[in-house]
């Protein structure tokens, strides 16, 4: 039995550049990871199945799953022979904008390299991950990185700041495709570089104040709750509120844990799932 953390990300920017002949978006993004997270068992079976068990009733427990795909890959890729049995305790709300399923694919790349004694390096599991989707890379490391190309090129960075970071997700869930449909992308003038340069001198009022996303004000035209839980929280004390992804999730950062817990309690006036963790980085 071999146990793995997936923790939940955030977007501390992302820059939409163009639209690609693919039809992805050429992306900058800065992302890190927060103390909110699922929690993924794997145990070898005797045949050659992959079963996924999850009690969250939305979660696909068949192919459908990430985790399952990951597991997949990595026996397709590492010709290993016999299966898995992979429980996912799921905390990270789902469609939120939070990677959880992305998280949990990488989760089971990591677990199966450990299960299976493989040894391969996190670079190797990286890339081939890329192939399911473009968060999967970022949380194979589940760190901070500066993250391009459709969000698959990684560069780690070291942790930006400490913080508490306060999460409204409010009860609609979005899709990424149609949020990047709707996409102008290019629009506004990128953030990221601004960030990695505050973020590298450990300057939090400088990453606060750079920090943006372009698919904000693209999910907050369809579901104008975000815009207001933005507003709702940083009236309520947030250093910086903003979305992540794309969404739903607004997440608010602030470095004082009296705040923190004063911006939490606020936040559950106005919203039913609120969490308050710590930036892991
Ligand atoms: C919004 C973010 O979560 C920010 O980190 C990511 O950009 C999306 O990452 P993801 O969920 O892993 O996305 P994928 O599964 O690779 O792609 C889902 C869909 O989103 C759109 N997509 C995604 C990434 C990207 N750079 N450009 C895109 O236009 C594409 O229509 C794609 O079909
Ligand atoms: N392990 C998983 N956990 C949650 N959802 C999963 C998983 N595997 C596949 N899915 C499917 O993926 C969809 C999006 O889920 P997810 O929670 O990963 O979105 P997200 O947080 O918005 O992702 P991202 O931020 O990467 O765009 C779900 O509706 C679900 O059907």
Known sequence: MHYETAPAKINLTLDTLFKREDNYHEVSMVMTTVDLNDQLSFEKRSDDQIIIETENQYVPNDRKNLAYQAAALMMKTYDIRTGVNIVIDKNIPIAAGLAGGSSDAAATFRGMNKLYGLERPLDELADLSAELGSDIPFCVYGRTALCTGRGEEVKLLPK??????????????????????????????????????????????????????????????????????????????????????????????????????????????????????????
Not at 192 to 205: I, M, N, P
Request: charged fraction near 25%; glycine fraction near 8%.
């Open 160 to 281: 930006p700041t400490n913080a508490w970071v306060i999460l409204a997700k409010p009860s609609i869930g979005v899709s990424t495709k149609t949020i990047y449909s709707h996409l102008e992308p290019g629009k506004h003038e990128p953030a990221s570089e601004k960030v990695v340069e505050a973020a590298l001198a450990g300057d939090y009022d400088g990453v606060i104040r750079h920090m943006k996303n372009d698919l904000e004000e693209v999910t907050a035209r369809h579901y104008p709750e975000v815009k207001k839980l933005i507003q709702n929280m940083e009236a309520s004390g947030a250093d910086k509120a903003m979305m992540s992804g794309s969404g739903p999730t607004v997440f608010g950062l602030v470095q004082k844990e009296r705040q923190a817990i004063h911006v939490y309690n606020s936040m559950r006036g106005c919203c039913n799932e609120v969490y308050r963790v710590r930036l892991l980085g």
